[in-house]
């Protein structure tokens, strides 16, 4: 299994990023898929995760900022990431699950917003 994020970088408060999270080695229209970030000196978080079925839940601290989405034929799930703020700043990890099945995790991807 292999998840691949991309997209990260350096952005100016009130700027936007797009994370991709690429998929191989599951059955991505199956699983559940989801952003979550760990900044420093601080536990791994879950910014927003879509079902299966694309139901959609968001960290409040993100929500009318951020939208996950999925593309099941590219086996991809994004993250676009409006407004950003500098609390914002972390290392984002993207995420797969089935019931049963263990978490997936991609290597990470840092988004750095300078104030």
């Known amino acids: 299994v292999q998840l691949v994020e991309s997209g990260g970088g350096l952005v100016q408060a009130g700027g936007s990023l797009r994370l991709s999270c690429a998929a191989s080695?599951?059955?991505?229209?199956?699983?559940?898929m989801g952003w979550y970030r760990q900044a420093p000196g601080k536990q791994r978080e879950l910014v927003a995760d879509?079902?299966?079925?694309?139901?959609?839940n968001y960290a409040d601290s993100v929500k009318g900022r951020f939208t996950i989405s999925r593309d099941n034929a590219k086996n991809t799930v994004y993250l676009q990431m409006n407004s950003l703020k500098p609390e914002d700043t972390a290392v984002y990890y993207c995420?797969?699950?089935?019931?049963?099945?263990?978490?997936?995790w991609g290597q990470g991807t840092q988004v750095t917003v300078s104030s």
């Open positions: 995420n797969a699950h089935f019931p049963g099945f263990p978490h997936y």
């Open positions: 080695g599951i059955i991505f229209s199956i699983n559940a």
């Open positions: 879509i079902t299966s079925g694309g139901s959609t």
